[in-house]
């Protein structure tokens, strides 16, 4: 069984419709994907009916970007929620219309020094996406700023760029206890990937622990191997589910869908403790 628990459509910042990206999970071979676009669930509909025509079988989930009171960046994945649960829709809700005002103020800072317009950014983005730098990227690779969005991000937009401009998320924990209160299964998403920028202490993994974190996404290509042994214990101490995972955007990022898998048993765990929605099966 080859489970891939977390990608991305242009539903936010992957580059393929859901129905692609359920194309492409079988091409590469995957049993199990799960579609996990930041802080939507806008694609599920599309991925359910793709999923079933193509024989793979979907794990719906989200990824949702939080920020801690320290001001560090944690990205939680939640599986198998419920859509339609009101504290959560209302946090999201919250997160991508703030997300929208965010970018037009990158945009105005940007276009100050780089020939870029909102209609560039706008262009790059599907109706109704939650928006994100990764589009802001696409619009500076169009007007040959840069080659790709990794020199984007690793220049331009980076958190430390004087170009960037923080939107609204919630606290990690009390984002966990949402995922729960939805039926979801809260996954905490590449915990360790430092090239990102600033990473999490002990006390935020206990405070999300406390609030009923199910997981730890290990096997990921941004958290170093050093970061992953410490993972592990965490896990290990906690009874934490560890899984693995590619984080596919399509051509927007090098990751390849299968890159990490997850354990059937550790599918098997997520099933179990989910009330929120089920797995689509072919
Ligand atoms: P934002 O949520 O708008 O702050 O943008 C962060 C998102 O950009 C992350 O969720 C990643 O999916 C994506 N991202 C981060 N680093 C890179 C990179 N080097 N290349 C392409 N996409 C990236
Ligand atoms: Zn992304
Ligand atoms: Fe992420
Ligand atoms: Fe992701």
Known sequence: MRIDLHAH?????????????MAAAAAAGLDVVALTDHDSTDGWAEASLAARAEGVALVPGM???????EGIS????SYLHDP????????????????????????????????LSWDDVIHHVAPGATLGRPHIAD?????????????????ILTSHSRYFVQHYA??????????????????????VASARGRVVGRRTYLEMIDAGLAGLEVEHRDNPEDGRAYLRA??????LLVTGSSDYH??????????????????ARIEEQATGTAVVRP
């Open 84 to 115: 339609a649960h009101p504290g959560l829709l209302e946090e999201i809700t919250k997160a991508k219309d703030a997300r929208l005002t965010r970018a037009e103020r990158m945009v105005t800072l940007l276009a100050e020094d780089y020939p």
């Open 234 to 239: 965490l896990a290990e101490e906690h009874g």
């Open 63 to 69: 990824e949702i970007s939080c920020r801690t009171d």
């Open 139 to 155: 619009a500076l690779v169009a007007a040959g700023v840069v080659a790709d969005r990794t020199e984007a991000f690793a220049s």
């Open 9 to 21: 459509s242009n539903v936010s910042d992957g580059t393929e419709a859901p129905a692609t990206v």
């Open 74 to 77: 944690v990205h939680l994945l």
């Open 250 to 267: 399509g051509t927007g990022k090098p990751n390849l869908l299968g890159e990490n898998l997850t354990t059937p048993d550790v599918l």
């Open 170 to 191: 919630p606290d990690p924990a009390v984002a966990v206890a949402l995922v729960r209160a939805a039926g979801g299964v809260p996954v905490f998403a590449h915990p």
